[in-house]
């Protein structure tokens, strides 16, 4: 028998066979079954038509399987014990669990929100993988459907109503300089951020273009460098009276970690939404629930502070 005959016969009717020979009677299979006790006999009657075999005969009140029917049961054992753990909700362990996922993200969230985040993930389910991918923003439906990224954190940029999201807080933009930079004790003016050579790092395009729009009508400072990660920024502070430009949290650690000073823009721009998203395809797998449930909460956290 081919797989599309099997898909047109009633299968359900084995497992009321399964009921029938535990029961050995059609009116306790009956109430097992949530039947009236005639509509079992008709199961019981399309039963021996499809398989081709009494299966039963009366003895007294009591129904006694044929050699056939316990050789069907004992057969089904196994595939129905296994239809009943793969359609039983599962609860999730993060301990137990071997999954790998993959996150798409900036270069900001790679360097000031990931290594933050790990670390209490990998001490819950020490046994899952993570790979950590460059988010691309312009073809995020796509990496988070057919390219098989699992979720993004990341600004909402170009189409992304078709995804699911939850907001993880707000990230601004903030200069970072040497303690021995010429303003490291000074407030930082409109005509300092225009006259010094700067270092953008981890900003995205769309970012750049608000900064360049505060200052539109100004010449634009001497750009030394653009680069994804901020070690390149700190190597030529020895050399350069640079003014470091990035967001705002990742400024905040690297003054901590190298003694730096950290400065705000003498101008406003918006802050900018960073969120969390996934496609639908992953909505209701347990795993996929908890990791997205663990970024968020450690991610609005750090954004907050």
């Known amino acids: 028998m081919e797989l599309e005959d099997i898909y047109r016969q009633d299968l359900s009717l084995l497992i009321a066979l399964q009921i029938l020979v535990e029961e050995c009677s059609v009116t306790r299979a009956a109430k097992r079954l949530h039947l ?3 509509a079992t006999s008709r ?19 009591r129904l006694v399987p044929t050699q056939f029917a316990l050789d069907c049961y004992q057969q089904l054992q196994h595939p129905t014990g296994q239809l009943i753990e793969m359609l039983t909700p599962k609860v999730f362990v993060p301990e137990a669990c071997k999954q790998k996922f993959t996150i798409a ?19 819950k389910a020490p046994n899952i ?20 990224a699992d979720m993004a954190i990341c600004r909402a940029i170009g189409q992304t109503l078709q995804l699911n999201q939850e907001f993880l807080g707000k990230v601004g933009v903030s200069c970072l300089l040497s303690p021995g930079h010429p303003l490291a004790n000074s407030e ?46 700190l190597a030529l502070l020895p050399f350069h009276e640079l003014l470091i430009i990035l967001p705002a949290g ?8 190298h003694r730096l000073r950290v400065k705000p823009l003498p101008f406003e721009i918006p ?7 996934w ?25 907050a502070d």
């Not at 496609?279 to 954004?303: F, M, P, V």
Request: hydrophobic share 40%; charged share 20%.
């Open 250 to 257: 990742m400024a905040q650690l690297a003054a901590s970690k």
């Open 271 to 277: 802050a900018l939404d960073y969120n969390l998203f």
């Open 36 to 38: 009236s006790q005639s």
């Open 279 to 303: 496609h639908s395809r992953c909505e209701l797998d347990k795993g996929q629930q908890w990791l997205r449930k663990e970024i968020a909460t450690a991610t609005q956290r750090l954004l």
């Open 105 to 123: 993200a900036t270069d900001y969230a790679m360097q000031a929100l990931v290594p933050f985040i790990l670390p209490d993930i990998y001490r």
């Open 188 to 233: 930082l003016t409109l005509e300092d951020y225009l006259h010094y050579p700067h270092a953008t790092i981890a900003i995205s395009d769309g970012v750049k273009a608000l900064l360049d729009a505060a200052i539109s009508g100004h010449q634009a400072p001497t750009e030394r460098l653009r680069t994804s990660h901020l070690d390149s920024a």
């Open 129 to 148: 993988q993570l790979e950590i991918i460059p988010v691309q923003h312009k073809e995020m439906q796509s990496q988070l459907s057919a390219q098989g």
């Open 43 to 61: 199961i019981l009657a399309r039963l021996r038509e499809m398989l081709n075999d009494p299966l039963f005969s009366r003895v007294g009140q």
